[in-house]
Protein backbone atom coordinates (compact mmCIF):
# COMPACT_ATOMS: atom_id res chain seq x y z
CA UNK A 1 0.00 0.00 0.00
CA UNK A 2 1.58 3.42 -0.99
CA UNK A 3 0.26 7.02 0.29
CA UNK A 4 1.43 10.43 -0.92
CA UNK A 5 0.77 13.31 0.66
CA UNK A 6 2.46 17.09 0.85
CA UNK A 7 3.37 19.09 3.64
CA UNK A 8 3.40 22.69 2.79
CA UNK A 9 5.58 25.68 4.63
CA UNK A 10 6.12 28.88 4.13
CA UNK A 11 10.10 29.47 4.88
CA UNK A 12 12.35 32.60 5.00
CA UNK A 13 15.54 30.98 3.57
CA UNK A 14 19.38 31.72 4.76
CA UNK A 15 18.83 28.22 6.37
CA UNK A 16 15.32 28.75 7.97
CA UNK A 17 14.91 25.15 9.79
CA UNK A 18 11.34 23.80 10.66
CA UNK A 19 10.79 20.95 12.83
CA UNK A 20 8.13 19.07 10.36
CA UNK A 21 8.15 15.68 12.78
CA UNK A 22 4.59 16.03 13.94
CA UNK A 23 3.20 16.85 10.48
CA UNK A 24 5.23 13.53 9.07
CA UNK A 25 4.12 11.41 12.29
CA UNK A 26 0.12 12.49 11.39
CA UNK A 27 0.21 11.47 7.86
CA UNK A 28 1.46 8.10 8.31
CA UNK A 29 -1.53 7.73 11.68
CA UNK A 30 -4.13 8.92 8.89
CA UNK A 31 -2.75 6.61 6.01
CA UNK A 32 -3.33 3.04 8.38
CA UNK A 33 0.95 1.76 7.39
CA UNK A 34 1.93 0.32 11.09
CA UNK A 35 4.84 -1.50 9.14
CA UNK A 36 6.59 0.11 6.22
CA UNK A 37 8.61 3.39 5.53
CA UNK A 38 7.97 7.04 4.92
CA UNK A 39 10.09 8.38 2.61
CA UNK A 40 10.43 12.70 2.78
CA UNK A 41 11.52 14.55 -0.15
CA UNK A 42 11.44 18.21 -0.41
CA UNK A 43 11.05 19.98 -3.87
CA UNK A 44 13.46 21.90 -5.31
CA UNK A 45 16.94 22.78 -5.71
CA UNK A 46 17.88 25.20 -2.31
CA UNK A 47 16.68 22.92 0.17
CA UNK A 48 17.07 19.70 2.36
CA UNK A 49 16.44 17.22 4.75
CA UNK A 50 18.14 15.98 8.16
CA UNK A 51 17.41 14.71 11.50
CA UNK A 52 18.41 16.96 14.89
CA UNK A 53 17.59 17.10 18.07
CA UNK A 54 15.67 20.48 17.56
CA UNK A 55 15.93 22.81 20.22
CA UNK A 56 17.22 26.45 19.91
CA UNK A 57 21.08 25.58 20.41
CA UNK A 58 21.43 23.23 17.73
CA UNK A 59 19.58 24.95 15.42
CA UNK A 60 22.19 27.98 15.23
CA UNK A 61 25.15 25.67 15.09
CA UNK A 62 23.23 24.01 12.03
CA UNK A 63 23.12 27.32 10.51
CA UNK A 64 26.58 28.30 11.68
CA UNK A 65 27.87 24.84 9.95
CA UNK A 66 26.66 25.17 6.85
CA UNK A 67 27.80 29.11 6.57
CA UNK A 68 31.35 28.02 7.82
CA UNK A 69 31.37 24.82 5.08
CA UNK A 70 29.83 26.80 2.30
CA UNK A 71 29.63 31.03 3.36
CA UNK A 72 27.28 32.59 1.82
CA UNK A 73 29.76 35.47 0.53
CA UNK A 74 32.10 33.28 -1.69
CA UNK A 75 32.20 33.46 -5.51
CA UNK A 76 30.18 31.21 -7.17
CA UNK A 77 29.59 30.33 -10.83
CA UNK A 78 26.20 30.09 -10.50
CA UNK A 79 26.25 33.67 -10.82
CA UNK A 80 27.41 33.71 -14.17
CA UNK A 81 24.12 31.91 -14.94
CA UNK A 82 21.29 33.27 -13.26
CA UNK A 83 22.52 36.55 -10.80
CA UNK A 84 20.21 35.56 -8.35
CA UNK A 85 23.03 35.42 -5.59
CA UNK A 86 21.77 32.26 -4.25
CA UNK A 87 24.85 29.96 -5.24
CA UNK A 88 25.47 29.60 -1.78
CA UNK A 89 21.83 27.51 -1.51
CA UNK A 90 22.31 25.44 -4.15
CA UNK A 91 25.54 24.39 -2.61
CA UNK A 92 24.36 23.68 0.51
CA UNK A 93 21.23 22.01 -0.60
CA UNK A 94 23.17 19.39 -2.75
CA UNK A 95 25.60 18.18 0.35
CA UNK A 96 22.77 17.61 2.84
CA UNK A 97 20.68 16.05 -0.08
CA UNK A 98 16.66 16.82 -0.37
CA UNK A 99 15.41 12.87 1.11
CA UNK A 100 15.16 10.98 4.05
CA UNK A 101 13.94 7.71 4.27
CA UNK A 102 12.31 6.40 8.36
CA UNK A 103 11.16 2.79 9.35
CA UNK A 104 7.77 2.56 10.23
CA UNK A 105 7.00 -0.04 13.22
CA UNK A 106 4.03 -0.50 14.99
CA UNK A 107 2.75 2.90 13.13
CA UNK A 108 5.21 5.23 14.46
CA UNK A 109 8.56 6.18 13.04
CA UNK A 110 11.69 4.59 14.29
CA UNK A 111 13.36 8.20 15.21
CA UNK A 112 15.00 8.69 19.05
CA UNK A 113 13.21 10.58 21.80
CA UNK A 114 15.54 13.52 21.10
CA UNK A 115 15.76 12.89 16.68
CA UNK A 116 13.47 15.40 14.76
CA UNK A 117 13.10 15.78 11.03
CA UNK A 118 13.71 19.39 10.30
CA UNK A 119 13.50 20.85 7.10
CA UNK A 120 16.47 23.74 5.94
CA UNK A 121 15.56 26.45 3.58
CA UNK A 122 18.68 27.94 2.28
CA UNK A 123 17.53 29.95 -0.82
CA UNK A 124 18.20 33.61 -0.15
CA UNK A 125 14.56 34.71 -0.12
CA UNK A 126 11.16 33.36 1.65
CA UNK A 127 9.74 30.41 -0.18
CA UNK A 128 6.16 28.09 -0.32
CA UNK A 129 8.22 24.56 0.03
CA UNK A 130 6.62 21.34 -0.72
CA UNK A 131 7.66 18.23 1.23
CA UNK A 132 6.57 15.25 -0.14
CA UNK A 133 5.87 12.51 2.15
CA UNK A 134 5.42 8.91 1.00
CA UNK A 135 4.04 6.15 2.60
CA UNK A 136 4.69 2.61 1.77
CA UNK A 137 3.88 -1.10 3.59
CA UNK A 138 1.31 -2.56 5.65
CA UNK A 139 -2.01 -1.56 7.14
CA UNK A 140 -1.94 -3.94 10.05
CA UNK A 141 0.69 -5.19 12.32
CA UNK A 142 2.00 -8.13 10.58
CA UNK A 143 4.02 -9.55 13.18
CA UNK A 144 1.16 -10.87 14.91
CA UNK B 1 5.93 -4.57 -7.99
CA UNK B 2 9.40 -4.40 -7.82
CA UNK B 3 12.03 -3.40 -10.88
CA UNK B 4 15.89 -3.31 -11.14
CA UNK B 5 17.79 -1.41 -13.62
CA UNK B 6 21.10 -0.42 -14.03
CA UNK B 7 22.29 2.58 -15.98
CA UNK B 8 25.85 2.98 -17.08
CA UNK B 9 28.15 5.61 -17.25
CA UNK B 10 31.69 6.23 -18.36
CA UNK B 11 32.76 8.87 -15.98
CA UNK B 12 36.76 10.51 -15.77
CA UNK B 13 37.07 10.53 -12.51
CA UNK B 14 37.98 13.92 -10.35
CA UNK B 15 34.77 15.02 -9.31
CA UNK B 16 33.32 14.36 -12.65
CA UNK B 17 29.71 15.15 -12.78
CA UNK B 18 26.66 13.73 -14.84
CA UNK B 19 23.18 14.22 -15.06
CA UNK B 20 20.99 10.91 -15.35
CA UNK B 21 17.90 12.32 -14.33
CA UNK B 22 16.17 11.49 -18.11
CA UNK B 23 17.79 7.45 -18.18
CA UNK B 24 16.29 7.39 -14.32
CA UNK B 25 13.03 8.71 -15.72
CA UNK B 26 13.15 6.45 -18.70
CA UNK B 27 13.54 3.28 -16.77
CA UNK B 28 10.51 4.43 -14.47
CA UNK B 29 7.89 4.81 -17.72
CA UNK B 30 9.09 1.88 -19.20
CA UNK B 31 8.41 -0.01 -15.59
CA UNK B 32 4.88 0.52 -15.37
CA UNK B 33 5.05 1.99 -12.39
CA UNK B 34 3.02 5.27 -11.24
CA UNK B 35 3.02 5.09 -8.01
CA UNK B 36 5.96 4.11 -5.25
CA UNK B 37 9.32 5.35 -5.38
CA UNK B 38 12.81 5.23 -6.98
CA UNK B 39 16.03 4.41 -5.15
CA UNK B 40 18.95 5.22 -6.80
CA UNK B 41 22.13 3.54 -5.82
CA UNK B 42 25.87 4.03 -7.24
CA UNK B 43 28.57 0.68 -6.94
CA UNK B 44 31.65 1.31 -4.82
CA UNK B 45 33.24 2.87 -2.35
CA UNK B 46 34.54 6.31 -4.59
CA UNK B 47 30.95 8.09 -6.06
CA UNK B 48 28.33 9.85 -4.88
CA UNK B 49 24.55 10.88 -5.94
CA UNK B 50 22.66 13.59 -4.89
CA UNK B 51 20.34 16.63 -6.67
CA UNK B 52 21.46 19.73 -7.96
CA UNK B 53 20.43 22.66 -10.76
CA UNK B 54 22.51 21.05 -13.99
CA UNK B 55 23.96 24.17 -15.20
CA UNK B 56 27.81 24.69 -15.69
CA UNK B 57 28.45 26.91 -12.90
CA UNK B 58 27.13 24.63 -10.47
CA UNK B 59 29.10 21.82 -11.68
CA UNK B 60 32.25 24.25 -11.20
CA UNK B 61 30.75 25.26 -7.47
CA UNK B 62 30.21 21.39 -6.39
CA UNK B 63 34.08 20.56 -7.83
CA UNK B 64 35.51 23.74 -6.00
CA UNK B 65 33.31 22.60 -2.91
CA UNK B 66 34.57 19.22 -2.27
CA UNK B 67 38.21 20.29 -3.32
CA UNK B 68 37.53 23.08 -0.27
CA UNK B 69 36.31 20.53 2.55
CA UNK B 70 38.69 17.29 1.41
CA UNK B 71 41.17 18.63 -0.56
CA UNK B 72 43.14 16.00 -3.22
CA UNK B 73 46.71 16.88 -2.40
CA UNK B 74 46.00 16.25 1.66
CA UNK B 75 47.45 13.13 3.39
CA UNK B 76 45.23 10.52 3.43
CA UNK B 77 46.27 7.58 5.91
CA UNK B 78 44.43 5.36 2.73
CA UNK B 79 47.22 5.62 1.46
CA UNK B 80 49.13 3.42 3.97
CA UNK B 81 47.04 0.25 2.67
CA UNK B 82 46.68 0.42 -1.11
CA UNK B 83 49.20 3.50 -2.12
CA UNK B 84 46.68 4.23 -4.84
CA UNK B 85 46.78 7.97 -4.42
CA UNK B 86 42.66 8.39 -4.13
CA UNK B 87 42.20 8.71 -0.17
CA UNK B 88 40.21 11.66 -1.08
CA UNK B 89 37.79 10.17 -3.44
CA UNK B 90 36.77 7.34 -0.89
CA UNK B 91 36.30 10.18 1.71
CA UNK B 92 34.43 12.35 -0.30
CA UNK B 93 31.98 9.74 -1.21
CA UNK B 94 31.59 8.48 2.21
CA UNK B 95 30.60 12.05 3.40
CA UNK B 96 27.86 12.39 0.05
CA UNK B 97 26.87 8.61 0.43
CA UNK B 98 25.76 6.85 -2.51
CA UNK B 99 22.08 6.81 -2.20
CA UNK B 100 19.01 8.65 -3.19
CA UNK B 101 15.19 8.10 -2.93
CA UNK B 102 12.81 9.75 -4.88
CA UNK B 103 9.33 9.35 -4.83
CA UNK B 104 6.86 8.85 -8.02
CA UNK B 105 3.64 10.35 -7.82
CA UNK B 106 1.71 9.99 -12.04
CA UNK B 107 4.42 8.38 -13.17
CA UNK B 108 7.42 11.20 -12.77
CA UNK B 109 9.74 11.52 -10.07
CA UNK B 110 8.40 14.47 -7.49
CA UNK B 111 11.91 16.46 -8.43
CA UNK B 112 11.55 20.55 -8.88
CA UNK B 113 11.96 21.94 -12.77
CA UNK B 114 15.43 23.31 -11.42
CA UNK B 115 16.15 20.05 -9.50
CA UNK B 116 18.26 17.27 -11.22
CA UNK B 117 19.44 13.78 -10.51
CA UNK B 118 23.44 14.02 -10.26
CA UNK B 119 26.42 11.38 -10.30
CA UNK B 120 29.16 12.30 -8.93
CA UNK B 121 32.45 10.55 -9.51
CA UNK B 122 35.48 11.18 -7.25
CA UNK B 123 37.82 9.05 -8.34
CA UNK B 124 41.20 9.83 -9.43
CA UNK B 125 40.95 7.69 -13.10
CA UNK B 126 38.16 7.16 -15.50
CA UNK B 127 35.93 4.54 -14.56
CA UNK B 128 32.63 2.34 -15.67
CA UNK B 129 29.92 3.01 -13.57
CA UNK B 130 27.43 1.30 -12.79
CA UNK B 131 24.06 3.01 -10.97
CA UNK B 132 21.16 0.30 -9.83
CA UNK B 133 17.65 2.06 -10.17
CA UNK B 134 15.10 0.26 -8.22
CA UNK B 135 11.49 1.24 -8.97
CA UNK B 136 9.24 -0.20 -6.40
CA UNK B 137 5.25 0.74 -6.06
CA UNK B 138 2.23 0.19 -8.10
CA UNK B 139 1.61 -0.34 -11.71
CA UNK B 140 -1.95 1.90 -12.21
CA UNK B 141 -2.53 5.03 -10.50
CA UNK B 142 -4.09 3.77 -6.86
CA UNK B 143 -5.60 7.24 -6.18
CA UNK B 144 -8.02 7.17 -8.85
CA UNK C 1 6.56 -8.45 1.83
CA UNK C 2 8.22 -6.22 4.82
CA UNK C 3 10.68 -7.83 8.16
CA UNK C 4 11.70 -5.34 10.38
CA UNK C 5 15.18 -6.28 12.59
CA UNK C 6 17.22 -4.53 14.84
CA UNK C 7 21.29 -4.57 15.18
CA UNK C 8 22.60 -3.41 18.39
CA UNK C 9 26.22 -2.19 19.09
CA UNK C 10 28.20 -0.89 22.48
CA UNK C 11 29.93 1.71 20.38
CA UNK C 12 32.86 4.03 22.26
CA UNK C 13 31.70 7.33 20.95
CA UNK C 14 33.82 10.01 19.06
CA UNK C 15 33.85 8.67 15.71
CA UNK C 16 33.73 5.29 16.64
CA UNK C 17 33.11 3.56 13.54
CA UNK C 18 31.65 -0.14 12.83
CA UNK C 19 31.13 -1.71 9.96
CA UNK C 20 27.84 -3.50 9.95
CA UNK C 21 27.06 -4.79 6.47
CA UNK C 22 27.71 -8.53 7.69
CA UNK C 23 25.28 -8.38 9.88
CA UNK C 24 22.70 -6.35 7.39
CA UNK C 25 23.49 -8.95 4.86
CA UNK C 26 22.39 -11.76 7.61
CA UNK C 27 19.73 -9.97 7.74
CA UNK C 28 18.63 -10.06 4.72
CA UNK C 29 19.43 -13.84 4.40
CA UNK C 30 17.06 -14.52 7.27
CA UNK C 31 14.12 -12.36 5.45
CA UNK C 32 14.00 -14.57 2.62
CA UNK C 33 13.77 -11.13 0.48
CA UNK C 34 15.50 -11.43 -3.20
CA UNK C 35 14.31 -8.35 -4.78
CA UNK C 36 13.73 -5.16 -3.20
CA UNK C 37 15.55 -2.86 -0.76
CA UNK C 38 16.70 -2.57 2.86
CA UNK C 39 16.87 0.79 4.67
CA UNK C 40 19.30 1.28 7.54
CA UNK C 41 18.43 3.53 10.28
CA UNK C 42 20.51 4.79 13.53
CA UNK C 43 18.30 5.56 15.89
CA UNK C 44 19.37 8.65 17.84
CA UNK C 45 20.91 12.49 17.17
CA UNK C 46 24.19 11.22 17.85
CA UNK C 47 25.35 8.88 14.67
CA UNK C 48 24.95 8.17 11.87
CA UNK C 49 25.31 5.98 8.39
CA UNK C 50 27.40 5.84 5.29
CA UNK C 51 29.23 3.28 3.22
CA UNK C 52 32.89 3.80 2.84
CA UNK C 53 35.87 0.96 1.99
CA UNK C 54 36.26 -0.64 5.25
CA UNK C 55 40.00 -0.57 6.44
CA UNK C 56 42.32 0.87 8.94
CA UNK C 57 43.26 4.16 7.00
CA UNK C 58 40.11 5.40 5.70
CA UNK C 59 39.20 4.75 9.42
CA UNK C 60 41.42 7.37 10.26
CA UNK C 61 40.54 9.47 7.37
CA UNK C 62 36.94 10.00 8.30
CA UNK C 63 37.54 10.92 11.91
CA UNK C 64 39.73 13.19 10.74
CA UNK C 65 37.28 14.68 8.29
CA UNK C 66 34.58 15.08 10.88
CA UNK C 67 37.31 17.09 13.60
CA UNK C 68 38.21 19.13 10.55
CA UNK C 69 35.12 20.15 9.69
CA UNK C 70 33.00 20.03 12.76
CA UNK C 71 36.02 20.35 15.49
CA UNK C 72 35.12 19.23 18.88
CA UNK C 73 36.34 22.20 20.59
CA UNK C 74 34.55 25.02 18.91
CA UNK C 75 32.10 26.27 20.84
CA UNK C 76 28.02 25.04 20.28
CA UNK C 77 25.13 26.85 21.41
CA UNK C 78 23.81 23.72 22.56
CA UNK C 79 26.26 23.77 25.39
CA UNK C 80 23.63 26.47 26.69
CA UNK C 81 20.62 24.03 26.17
CA UNK C 82 22.07 20.92 28.17
CA UNK C 83 25.71 21.26 29.45
CA UNK C 84 26.69 17.91 28.41
CA UNK C 85 29.98 18.76 25.65
CA UNK C 86 28.41 17.22 22.41
CA UNK C 87 26.84 19.64 20.24
CA UNK C 88 30.02 18.96 17.95
CA UNK C 89 28.04 15.00 18.25
CA UNK C 90 24.56 16.28 17.00
CA UNK C 91 26.01 18.70 14.12
CA UNK C 92 28.45 15.72 12.69
CA UNK C 93 25.16 13.42 13.08
CA UNK C 94 22.62 15.96 10.87
CA UNK C 95 25.17 16.56 8.33
CA UNK C 96 25.87 12.83 7.60
CA UNK C 97 22.19 11.84 8.41
CA UNK C 98 20.78 8.55 9.54
CA UNK C 99 19.35 6.68 6.76
CA UNK C 100 20.80 4.81 3.81
CA UNK C 101 18.89 2.97 1.61
CA UNK C 102 20.48 0.06 -0.66
CA UNK C 103 18.97 -2.26 -3.33
CA UNK C 104 18.52 -5.46 -3.30
CA UNK C 105 19.04 -7.94 -6.07
CA UNK C 106 18.92 -11.90 -5.72
CA UNK C 107 18.91 -11.95 -2.23
CA UNK C 108 22.12 -9.83 -2.24
CA UNK C 109 23.04 -6.09 -1.56
CA UNK C 110 24.17 -3.83 -4.56
CA UNK C 111 26.93 -3.35 -2.88
CA UNK C 112 30.83 -3.07 -4.61
CA UNK C 113 33.05 -5.26 -3.29
CA UNK C 114 35.13 -2.79 -1.21
CA UNK C 115 31.85 -1.01 -0.09
CA UNK C 116 30.66 -1.35 3.23
CA UNK C 117 28.01 -0.15 5.52
CA UNK C 118 29.23 1.74 8.30
CA UNK C 119 28.03 3.54 11.66
CA UNK C 120 29.55 6.05 13.27
CA UNK C 121 28.64 7.05 16.63
CA UNK C 122 29.83 11.03 17.05
CA UNK C 123 28.49 10.99 20.96
CA UNK C 124 31.64 11.95 23.62
CA UNK C 125 30.50 8.65 25.32
CA UNK C 126 29.95 4.80 24.88
CA UNK C 127 26.65 4.41 23.74
CA UNK C 128 24.35 1.03 23.20
CA UNK C 129 23.18 1.72 19.84
CA UNK C 130 19.98 0.19 18.04
CA UNK C 131 19.80 0.37 14.17
CA UNK C 132 16.99 -0.49 12.46
CA UNK C 133 17.22 -2.60 9.35
CA UNK C 134 14.18 -2.98 7.55
CA UNK C 135 13.43 -4.79 4.37
CA UNK C 136 10.88 -4.55 1.79
CA UNK C 137 10.49 -6.74 -1.29
CA UNK C 138 9.33 -9.74 -2.93
CA UNK C 139 10.19 -13.73 -1.47
CA UNK C 140 11.25 -14.85 -4.93
CA UNK C 141 13.36 -14.16 -7.35
CA UNK C 142 10.72 -12.28 -9.87
CA UNK C 143 12.76 -11.73 -12.53
CA UNK C 144 12.78 -15.60 -13.42
Not at 24 to 29: C, E, G, Q
Not at 119 to 132: A, G, H, K, M, S
Not at 135 to 140: C, D, Q, S, T, V
Request: aromatic share 6%; proline share 4%.
Amino acid sequence: MIQTEVIERSTKGYSDIHNITDEVAKKITKSGITQGQVTVFVVGSTAGLTTVEYEPGLVKDLKNLFEKLIPQNDYYHHEETWHDGNGFSHVRASLLKPDLTVPIVNGRMTLGTWQQIILIDFDNCPRQREVVVQMAGEPRDSSK
